[in-house]
């Protein structure tokens, strides 16, 4: 394999990791990258070439070049100065270049020439481009649709100018698909709260809403070309046939296929050769697999060099081990104190991309809850690990609430270990979370609504006072496209034998999440608010007793704070390891760490241990 890249940089960094002996990297949890989409096409030699697009934690962002029949493959990292962020969409042009978005970077690749032609940010605000939202349009340029704003952005190849027409949708986030028609005009399919198919001329500026108000249901609109070469779109169950800005309704049995238009999603893993010839590649097992037109399939090894997925979770198990959840690909991970030994136990083939967003102990099992599909799951560490087996899979899908749970943030259980209860960001268009409640008595899982908790608002920390009373931070943030509907996240006292919620406030003034909460032993929940607002809530008197900034540590990593075994919380900033002080509110940096914290934190025999991109740390605290 030949590397196109100067990798000097993690040598640099590597160097200064080692200037505090009480921070130890255990290493790479999975090094594995995520295969972000690829196409295929015929070299100029006529040999079948595979281009790949990763993610990754490299310091870099690549892609990987696949000969189908040399086998050989070159790893291509993005231009410098271009951030290793996520391909969603990407094209392979009808003027032979490659073009993909990494986060809101636009690249140009000549796939011919192996070399990168251009980069540029055509919308500096916009943080990607979604779905298969890029296309080959009027002019000979090339368009796309942004996210989080609905812009509508193009891109000029023999000018290489690039301009932003403005927002396609003025409430919307997503734009997930994109065609053009003859006459000057493209279509884009819009979502997710509110379905929405849009008509832009892209010479006029005319910009056209088909539906109408009252059939935009919860969803993404959708557009295509078909195999007759006109445009046809949906929302809802209805169907019009575009053509210069104007829609004819159509019944759906009069759609035909759709055609390709050459723009990919991420999550394409394969592709056909004009032979025939049919290639898929699964980066994170790094396997190709080509089948020939005749029926012979072969497959083989191809390698790449990696920094790791990003690891999002991080809890101690029931066996003392310290797991830990990547994502994009999603593995599980065990760390074991005593043999230092790292394990990369492997994916959950029903999780696939996501991740075990929180995990708990309780009894002798693991509990964790998932992205996207808003599983729960229960893992026996101390049997094989065999997910997806037919008979006996380990781990175990308890419990599922794809709308309800869609991104889980939070995963407790109570002191008796009789409730494991999770909570998390409702599904993509949607506003407000649920809290799925485990018995591990009866094995029956309950799910309260977030009308029956705070009315749209998500749980994302939460922990048991003494008495058993569930506590709950909120947020009021929807990021699969909801639209917002509060001001504030909430505190909350939820009584889990009545299920009903006692006692609710918002505890710092205009802070839109309650983002991480801890019980001291005085009693007192500890709490950080967005913007690293520090605050202490009295739950016998049920008033807030002290608020305070602690943005100077940093921002706030996943899973912030954490009781230790002297009695002091302790809180991963990303910049800062900070121990407070209960009863008298006071804290202190005990240490900046050597790579920004991303995710954590968990206590173990002295050492507090939390993630920084794809590797596992951790910090003697010196409690001996």
């Known amino acids: 394999m030949r590397t ?148 509508l952005v193009s891109y000029d190849p023999e000018t290489q100018e690039m301009r932003d027409y403005g927002r396609l949708d003025d409430a919307e986030h997503y734009v997930n698909t994109l065609v053009p028609d003859d006459a000057g005009w493209l279509y884009a399919g819009i979502g997710t709260a509110r379905q929405n198919v849009v008509a832009f001329n892209v010479t006029t500026g005319e910009r056209i809403q088909i539906p109408s108000e009252d059939n935009r249901p919860l969803g993404s609109g959708h557009v295509q070309v078909g195999a007759d070469g006109q445009v046809y779109g949906r929302a809802g169950d209805t169907w019009w046939r575009l053509h210069a800005g104007e829609a004819e309704e159509i019944p759906a049995d009069q759609v035909p296929a759709s055609q390709p238009t050459g723009a990919i999603g991420w999550g394409q893993r394969s592709g056909r050769l004009p032979d025939g010839t049919q290639v898929s590649i699964d980066l994170p097992n790094k396997t190709v697999t080509v089948t020939r037109p005749e ?52 994916p959950v083939p029903t999780i696939g991309g996501g991740n075990m967003c929180a995990m708990t102990a309780a009894g002798d099992m693991l509990y964790a809850a998932s992205y996207a599909g808003g599983h729960i799951w229960r893992y026996d560490p101390a049997a094989p690990w065999q997910p997806g087996d037919e008979e006996t899979p380990n781990p175990v899908a308890i419990a599922q609430y794809k709308s309800d749970l869609c991104r889980p943030r939070a995963c407790v259980t109570d002191a008796t ?56 931070g909120t947020s009021i943030a929807t990021p699969g496209g909801g639209h917002p509907q509060r001001q504030e996240g909430t505190l909350y006292l939820l009584d889990l034998e009545s299920r009903e919620v006692i006692f609710r406030t918002n505890p710092v003034e205009g802070a839109s999440e309650v983002f991480s909460i801890e019980i001291g032993p005085d009693g007192l929940v500890y709490g950080l608010a967005s913007g690293a607002h520090f605050f202490v809530f009295d739950p016998e008197s049920r008033e807030v007793v002290h608020r305070e900034d602690l943005s100077a540590y940093g921002g706030l990593p996943r899973q912030t704070l954490v009781l230790g075994p002297d009695g002091n919380i302790y809180a991963t900033f990303t910049a800062a390891i900070v121990r407070i002080t209960p009863g008298t509110f006071a804290h202190e940096k005990l240490a ?3 790579r920004g914290i991303s995710a954590g934190a968990v206590i173990h025999d002295g050492r507090l241990y939390y993630a920084s991109g794809s590797h596992v740390w951790s910090f003697d605290l010196g409690l001996d």
């Open 4 to 151: 196109l890249a100067i990798m000097g940089l993690m040598v640099m960094t590597c160097g200064a990791w080692a200037q505090d002996a009480r921070f130890i990297d255990h290493g790479v949890g999975a090094a594995v990258a995520e295969s972000r989409g690829m196409v295929v096409f015929e070299g100029a030699d006529g040999q079948g070439m595979a281009l790949c697009l990763s993610l990754d934690q490299s310091p870099r962002g690549w892609m990987l070049l696949v000969n189908v029949d040399s086998r050989e493959t070159e790893q291509f990292y993005y231009p410098e100065g271009v951030p290793n962020s996520a391909p969603f969409a990407s094209l392979m042009s009808n003027n032979g270049r490659f073009y993909t978005f990494a986060g809101n970077v636009l690249l140009e690749f000549a796939p011919q020439d192996r070399e990168w032609l251009f980069n540029g940010r055509p919308a500096p605000g916009e943080n990607c481009v979604t779905g298969s939202a890029m296309v080959d349009g009027p002019g000979g340029l090339i368009y796309a649709g942004t996210y989080p704003s609905c812009r």
């Open 417 to 472: 270990q009789r409730w494991v209860v999770s909570g998390g960001f409702a599904g993509y268009g949607l506003c407000g979370g649920g809290l799925a409640i485990h018995d591990r008595e009866t094995g029956e899982t309950e799910l309260l609504t977030h009308e029956a908790v705070i009315p749209y608002e998500s749980t994302i920390t939460m922990r048991f006072l003494p008495d058993g009373t569930l506590v709950g």
């Open 592 to 594: 900046d760490p050597p």
């Open 295 to 346: 029926g012979e399939t072969e497959s083989f090894a191809i390698d790449y060099e990696s920094e790791g997925a990003s690891i999002t979770s991080i809890a101690e198990g029931p066996d003392g081990r310290i797991y830990a959840s990547t994502c994009h690909p999603m593995h599980l991970v065990s760390y074991d104190p005593q043999a230092d030994v790292l394990t990369d136990l492997g």
